[in-house]
């Protein structure tokens, strides 16, 4: 999938929900910078109160909750219990225990 068809597919899906992705840091990178108003990353989406609004909208878009870290895919408790949450994995989760 191209970069354009994806991003397209993202500005669908945050009209519609909050979107989690998981990725790796360059993608995370280039998609905060192409969406500063509703993006949030990493730890700041602890530290920002993101998860407490995440059926708030900004700017007319739901949240775009970047993740890079697997501890932050496996440790946080995601809600929107009335819209749901798209949820996109883009690379692997670290297995080793």
């Known amino acids: 999938m191209d970069q354009d068809h994806f991003n397209t597919l993202l500005d669908e899906y945050q009209l519609t929900s909050p979107v989690l992705l998981f990725c790796n840091d360059q993608l995370a990178s280039s998609l905060s910078n192409l969406y500063q108003n509703t993006s ?32 932050l895919m496996r440790a946080i408790d995601y809600r929107a219990p009335t819209l749901g949450i798209v949820l996109i994995v883009t690379k692997s989760f670290d297995h080793n225990r």
Request: no cysteine; net charge negative.
């Open 40 to 71: 949030v990353q990493d730890e700041d989406i602890l530290e920002s109160g993101v998860l407490d609004r995440l059926e708030q909208q900004l700017d007319k878009r739901y949240p775009l909750l970047l993740v890079t870290d697997t501890n």
